[in-house]
């Protein structure tokens, strides 16, 4: 095994595939993004001035390496409540976003050459930070017609000696696919079967929709010590630029070895933006709430749009604010299409193929604009559609 380093890792990874149209946007007008995922609401009211008021009362020094007391405990309170994870404020610490969280929990579980199974298409940074980590990664491909549910079969199919950690997303960035108690309770038994490390990553666990409630994987039975939680502020209270993530892991042993890389990276989150944090847990929950019928609102919308369009297609996302796109139909392959589109009719997607080897038929849409954009977006997607 040749030896590992960052530097020579850096060489074998691209740059993400969702900033390189973004990018790309940026110097044209008359765009419509359907590209960055982003909560469009600002920062409820009550959490900004928290985090003021906390300036103002001089709370700027380091806060301790795993967070402030009173934000993990309420984190802490939380995780109990809503996603019946029994973790204390000892085994939860406070990230630089979600982010940080992964990378952390990526680059403390595995050594040099172990394999690491990442359900695809995937979110843009799972495979990279593997292999930034010494990591093999292993990508299951998650199939359209089983709603992009990671299929148990398949997952045991990539199982060896050498596979030591799982990494699930739901709800999924970019196929907006929730799994169900059901579909984890199938994984959690292969989990268990070969003792594999998992990393759950629930950013978007507040974003579900037509009724439906999100289930955390270590909440299943025999399942606590296995798993890492991974979650974040950003999408939850729109919090994006914030930079407030947190992990959760009962193994004492792992959870040090993120707390001793935390502390000579970034040491600690920065101190008046936990107290925010702090505020949003507390506070009133009624912006959440909001914000998520209106993403329930703003998928409908799209859904219908897409259906009434020819030449591509989409199954319903039950989360998230993302829809996948079949665009099979055109002949096209994902970049070309992604790069067409923006170039004829200014609307930025992402192309299918940023997220894995399996999606270079589809694209990303990301619906966090208000209605009449994405009525427009759709207006110009058609009419690209007929010229093509």
């Given at each position: ?93 406070i990230t630089v976003g979600g982010g940080q969280a992964l990378a952390l929990a990526i680059q403390s579980s595995i050594k040099t050459g172990d394999g690491v199974i990442v359900p695809s298409p995937a979110f843009v940074a799972y495979v990279p930070t593997v292999i930034l980590s010494g990591g093999n990664p292993i990508e299951v491909e998650c199939k359209e017609d089983e709603n992009f549910i990671l299929n148990p079969d398949l997952l045991e199919e990539k199982i060896t000696e050498k596979t030591e ?224």
């Amino acid at each position: 095994m040749p030896e590992h380093s960052i530097s020579s890792s850096l060489d074998r990874i691209p740059k993400s595939g969702i900033r390189k149209l973004f990018d790309l946007a940026q110097s044209m007008e008359g765009i419509i993004s359907l590209g960055i995922g982003e909560p469009d609401f600002d920062t409820p009211p009550h959490i900004v001035e928290a985090s003021i008021k906390a300036l103002k009362e001089g709370k700027t020094y380091y806060s301790p390496n795993s967070g402030l007391l009173e934000l993990r405990q309420a984190i802490s309170e939380k995780m109990k409540k809503q996603n019946f994870i029994d973790v204390s404020e000892n085994e939860i610490m406070i990230t630089v976003g979600g982010g940080q969280a992964l990378a952390l929990a990526i680059q403390s579980s595995i050594k040099t050459g172990d394999g690491v199974i990442v359900p695809s298409p995937a979110f843009v940074a799972y495979v990279p930070t593997v292999i930034l980590s010494g990591g093999n990664p292993i990508e299951v491909e998650c199939k359209e017609d089983e709603n992009f549910i990671l299929n148990p079969d398949l997952l045991e199919e990539k199982i060896t000696e050498k596979t030591e950690l799982l990494i699930l997303n739901s709800p999924s960035n970019p196929t907006g696919a929730v799994m169900k108690k059901r579909d984890l309770e199938k994984i959690s038994d292969i989990i268990m079967e070969y003792n594999l490390k998992v990393i759950s990553d629930e950013v978007y666990e507040s974003l579900i929709y037509d009724g439906k409630k999100h289930v955390s994987l270590a909440s299943l039975n025999g399942m606590e010590n296995n798993v890492i939680t991974v979650n974040s502020f950003s999408k939850t209270y729109s919090m994006t630029g914030w930079r407030v993530g947190y992990l959760s892991s009962k193994d004492e042993s792992l959870f040090d070895r993120m707390l001793k890389l935390h502390m000579y990276g970034p040491v600690c989150n920065n101190t008046f933006a936990q107290f925010g944090a702090l505020e949003a847990l507390k506070g009133s929950q009624d912006f959440v709430n909001h914000m998520r019928d209106e993403f329930e609102d703003r998928r409908n919308l799209l859904m219908k749009r897409i259906e009434e369009m020819k030449g591509v297609s989409a199954i319903k996302p039950e989360g998230a604010f993302y829809l996948f796109m079949n665009i099979s139909q055109t002949k096209m392959k994902s970049e070309e299409f992604s790069e067409k589109l923006l170039n004829e009719e200014k609307v930025v997607s992402v192309p299918g193929a940023a997220f894995g080897p399996y999606s270079d038929e589809f694209v990303r849409l990301a619906y966090p604009l208000k209605k009449e954009k994405i009525n427009e977006a759709c207006d110009r997607i058609e009419r690209f559609l007929s010229k093509n």
